[in-house]
């Protein structure tokens, strides 16, 4: 699908934890979906497997109140919920600007901050008065730990390794959260120093991170140097879906050979670390969904996976939609088979810019995970999926959904939904043709509906639209070229409208269950003579 030009209508969409059926099987451990779906890559380089989730690096802190003495319990009750869910690889994010625990060379969240002071202290000058009881939730909580003796990542890793999860930590390279706020305490004052900032791009991006400054990759290399020099990890992560943008605009071709320098040298400070440890440590790296977008960027992966670099490569929207239709098949012909290929789930939907994001059901999220399991990626990511946060769900019903995300056999019995969305992340200067609005007498939309669930199922088509004038028949849909039967309309409060249909789940492109399907075709015929503006497509299958 993502060739060397973007096709008409991409779609992306957003991701969110979603809720289990009554008919969810009971809860399968992360060894045992080991076990079960094992999928080893070439010898000396077993793939990883189960159910990989990223913990933010301040959403632990944000949620909860601690009380006296008991930081390192809460930490081990938080772990505990997520070994319940089937996780079998946590990463552990430590950073934005700022560290979460205290650091030798970067400043903690903390710093500056001082506990016994009121809300009007200087640390909270530029928080606006509305987000300082928050934000001194967070900078607190995060003190209030390393006041009582914990290391937070230490003690994430040491209950994951009690409950058999793989500990890795996962580093943001080049966030930009409140980058309209230059003061806010948010920021190191590494970041604040203009000079570094990359050119070009005057949207919400254009504070970020130069890479083409040594002062910049050295800044983040002293994190990485401290992190393996002071914790036993399987696995680093470098995140650069915050942000992928780590060059002035018209320098990321030459950025790009400098990332992949600087990357060997990331793999070699790795290397020596596993000699210390006694145990090997991999590398991962999160990028953009589209690989021409990543490339684009100067983010080459497959550079990285082909040179032994790296070994996990999560492909993955940034944030504003989960993405039901990642081109997974396109990932693996450019990385090869040697490392672990995962698919990144994000926990909101939205069909296209300028419109409001929510977050994703439980049906939608099952969804987009089916797209990544039967696309052909090894495994499943999860990102903003918190617990009591994102989705608001019950503990136990948390921990059946996560279960679900290892297994495509597992989330195959559930309901899900599928959509058309945008890529919310683009090259600078790029003419991205976003999906929607889209008018014409007939439009095709490419989608990943993966395989076909029994033939007992029904599959229901949905389109919002522009009104039509009254006289103005319904336009005709159809999957794969077979018509689908209309079932009625409803009238929003936008004054569009929403119209559904009824299809045979025999137009799927993956007819046989077993087998990794194509991508299906949507298509909207205009019937009368105004043209169909359409504003969103979905796709539903569930039991009668």
């Not at 059926?21 to 080893?40: D, F, G, M, Q």
């Not at 506990?115 to 900078?139: S, W």
């Not at 230059?182 to 990359?198: G, M, T, V, Y």
Request: glycine residues 6%; hydrophobic residues 35%; aromatic residues 10%.
């Amino acid at each position: 699908m993502i060739l060397s030009k973007r096709s008409k209508f991409r779609f992306q969409a957003p991701c969110i934890l979603f809720f289990l059926l009554l008919s969810v099987s009971p809860i399968h451990s992360a060894e045992s979906i080991k076990k079960e779906e094992a999928n080893p890559g070439t010898a000396g380089h077993p793939k990883l497997t189960g159910l990989l989730h990223n913990e933010d690096c301040t959403i632990f802190f944000a949620h909860r109140t601690f009380p006296e003495g008991k930081a390192g319990e809460i930490v081990d009750r938080y772990v505990d919920v997520l070994a319940g869910a089937g996780v079998s690889i946590l990463m552990c994010n430590t950073s934005s600007r700022r560290t979460n625990y205290r650091s030798k060379v970067w400043e903690a969240f903390w710093d500056g901050f001082d506990p016994n002071a009121p809300d009007d202290q200087p640390f909270f000058a530029a928080v606006p008065e509305e987000q300082r009881a928050g934000y001194r939730r967070v900078v607190a909580n995060m003190l209030a730990t390393y006041s009582e003796g914990v290391d937070y990542p230490a003690r994430v890793i040491s209950r994951s390794r009690h409950h058999g999860i793989s500990p890795w930590i996962s580093l943001r390279m080049n966030d930009v959260h409140v980058n309209g706020n230059l003061d806010h305490p948010i920021h190191s004052d590494f970041w604040r120093k203009p000079e570094f900032f990359r050119k070009g791009h005057p949207g919400y991006y254009a504070r970020a991170l130069d890479y083409a400054h040594p002062e910049v990759r050295d800044h983040h290399k002293a994190l990485i140097v401290e992190t393996l020099e002071r914790y036993d990890i399987d696995g680093l992560e470098l995140d650069f879906m915050r942000e992928p943008y780590l060059f002035s605009k018209g320098k990321e071709q030459e950025g790009r050979l400098i990332l992949n320098e600087w990357l060997r040298d990331i793999r070699t400070l790795i290397d020596d670390a596993a000699k210390r440890q006694g145990h090997a440590i991999k590398l991962s790296v999160r990028v953009p969904s589209s690989p021409d977008t990543a490339l684009g960027l100067g983010l080459d992966a497959p550079s990285w996976a082909k040179e032994g670099l790296v070994d996990l490569v999560v492909v993955t929207p940034r944030w504003s939609t989960i993405d039901f239709s990642i081109p997974i098949a396109k990932w693996r012909e450019l990385l090869g088979d040697r490392v672990t290929l995962a698919g990144g789930l994000e926990v909101n939907y939205q069909p296209y810019l300028g419109i409001p994001n929510r977050m994703v059901t439980k049906e939608e999220a099952t969804g987009a995970a089916i797209g990544v399991h039967s696309g052909g990626a090894d495994v499943v990511y999860l990102f903003n999926y918190f617990q009591n946060n994102h989705p608001k769900w019950s503990i136990p019903e948390y921990q059946r959904m996560l279960n679900a995300f290892s297994s495509l056999k597992e989330l195959q019995k559930l309901p899900r939904r599928h959509a058309v969305t945008f890529s919310d992340v683009t090259i600078p200067g790029e003419d991205y043709p976003s999906p929607f609005p889209a008018s014409g007498t007939q439009l095709s939309f490419d989608i990943q509906l993966g395989p076909a669930p029994p033939t007992s199922w029904q599959g229901e088509l949905v389109i919002e639209v522009k009104a039509p004038p009254p006289e103005e028949p319904v336009p005709t849909v159809s999957v794969n070229g077979v018509e689908g039967n209309f079932q009625h309309t409803e009238v929003l409060k936008n004054g569009r409208h929403l119209t559904i249909y009824e299809f045979s789940l025999s137009a799927l492109s993956g007819k046989d269950r077993d087998t990794i399907q194509n991508r299906d075709t949507i298509t909207v015929t205009a019937v009368g003579k105004v043209p169909v503006e359409v504003h969103r497509v979905e796709v539903s299958m569930r039991p009668h």
